[in-house]
């Protein structure tokens, strides 16, 4: 099930948007397998970052769901009407406190930009099981080695 999404036009008020999808789209949580949020942003969000950590982890434990952001960094601080925003940051600085507020929700963390994927943790994942795969492969190419050795 998709929620309908959240444009915050001229700022980034999440807190906002998060209530509104929660009240709105969630009421009815019992009538629903799966919950998710995903967030499609491109920079930090107005209300300090241990406000929205603390509201989103209280939000996604009552209603058993999980928020996930996929941040875009773009190159300047300015949005295409020209409008700067409320409380800016530098990509690191964005992508940190998201990383926090994903943590509080259960969720993933995704950052990208132009130049490619900066980090995932879909992608970690991964990354991740391959390297115990070729640990386990190495380990299993120098047993059967050993066991020939022996024969």
């Not at 995903?38 to 509201?55: F, N």
């Not at 941040?71 to 409380?87: G, H, K, Q, T």
């Not at 994942?125 to 390297?131: D, Q």
């Amino acid at each position: 099930r998709w929620v309908l999404g959240l444009q915050c036009k001229g700022s980034r008020n999440f807190m906002s948007a998060l209530r509104r999808a929660v009240e709105v789209d969630f009421k009815d949580k019992d009538k629903h397998k799966s919950q998710g949020l995903y967030l499609l942003t491109t920079g930090i969000p107005d209300q300090e970052t241990h406000t929205i950590s603390a509201y989103v982890s209280e939000v996604c434990r009552g209603f058993d769901l999980q928020l996930h952001v996929c941040l875009f960094s773009v190159m300047e601080d300015v949005d295409s009407n020209r409008i700067i925003p409320a409380r800016c940051a530098n990509p690191t600085e964005t992508a940190s406190a998201f990383k926090e507020i994903v943590q509080a929700a259960n969720g993933r963390f995704h950052w990208f930009g132009e130049a490619g994927i900066f980090e995932s943790d879909d992608i970690t994942v991964i990354v991740s099981e391959m390297e115990k795969a070729n640990n386990y492969s190495q380990k299993c190419a120098f047993l059967a080695e050993s066991l020939k050795q022996r024969s």
